[in-house]
C-alpha cells in the first residue's frame, strides 16, 4: 500500500512511497483510511523538528487526524465491517503507569507514551491500518463529512472538560469565554463554548471582516483582531472571563492569555510553543491577579476515548443546530499524493485534509 512517510529529525524527508500492508494481529482490525487532517504537530514533525519513528524503522508514517471504515474486525469486538471510526493517538507506556493503565494515557506519567504518526507509532496517513478496536470511536454515517475533525475536536474537549471538572470546586455558572487564536483547534473550542451557551470572543492576528471573522459571526461568536486590540488589552476591554482559552502556539500570547482570566475563573493552555522566545511577565502583578482571584491556570495535551466520544456528540450537536457551519473548518481536501503541496500553508487555509479513499 501507499503512504505519506517522514525520516525524523531530517527537514524535507516527506515522500509518498510504498510501504507493507498492515497485519492485524489477533484481536485487531483492518482500517481502510478514508482521510486524514494536517495540523501544526505534522508540520513541525517535517520540519524535522519532533517526532520518532518506530524502532525498526527509517521512516515514520505520519498523521494522527484520521477517518475511516472498518474493512474486517474479529467477531464480537466492538466494531463490525462497515462502521466509520475515528482511532485515538496515544498508546499507554509500557510501564503501566497509574493513568496509563486507567484508560487514561493522555495522562501519562512517565512520558513513555507512544502516539500514532507521533511518536514510534505508523501514523493514518497510509491507504490501509490495523489497530485494537479498544482504540477506535464509532462515528454516524451522517458526520461523514466533517469527522475528520473529531481528533482536533478532542483537544478542545478534553480542555473544557477538564476546565469544568476542577471548576467544580465551586458553583459556577460560566458567561464569558475568550479564545485566543483562530486555527482549527481554537475555532473547535470557540463553537464548542457556544454550544454550552457562553458568549464566545475569539482573538486572533487575522484582520476585522477576514473569512473566519465572518465564519464566527455566523456562530453568534464575537471576533477580535490583536491587529486593532493588542493581546494584552483584551482583560481590560471585556467582560469578567470565566474561561480563558489559549491556542495559538505564539510564546508571545501566554502572558496576556494568563493574565486575561478573571475573578473565580479558570485559563487552559493547549498549545504548544518554542521554548527559548523570551517576554516579560510582572510575575508579582500576575500571581497577585491569581491569588486574590481564586484563579486557576493548567496545561492540557492529547486526549483520550472519553474526549473522543464527547467530540462526536458535539459535532452531533453543531450539524443539528447549524448544518454546514462545521464543514467549512475544512478549507482544502487534497489527495494524498499531494502531500508536499497540502503542508505549505495557503492565506485562506483553515484546516487541509488528504483523501486516501472516497465513497461512503
Ligand atoms: C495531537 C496530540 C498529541 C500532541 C503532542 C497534537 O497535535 O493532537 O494527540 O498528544 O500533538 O504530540
Redesign the pocket.
Known sequence: MRAVTIVPREADSLRVQEVPDPAPAAGEALVRVLESGL???DAEITAGL?GAAPPDSPYLILG??NLGIVESAPTGSAVTPGDLVVST??RPCPEGCLPCRSGQN?MCLTGHYR?RG??ELPGFMSERYAEDPAYMVRVPRHLRPVAVLV??M??AQKGLEQAFRIQQRMPWEPRHALVLGAGPVGLLAAAAMRLRGLEVTVASREAPGSPRDELLGQAGIRYLSTETIPAEELRQRLDRLDIVFEATGAAALIGPAVSAVGTDGVCILAS?TEAGRKTTLDLGAWNRQMVLGNCVVFGT???NRRHFEAAVRDLETAEERQPGWMGRLITRRLPFTDAARALVREPSDIKTVLVFAGGC
Do not use: F, K, S
Open positions: 495540523c501544526g504537530t519532533y494522527h487526524e493517538v496515544r493522555d502516539e507521533i511518536q481528533e482536533p478532542t483537544v504548544v495535551v492529547n486526549a
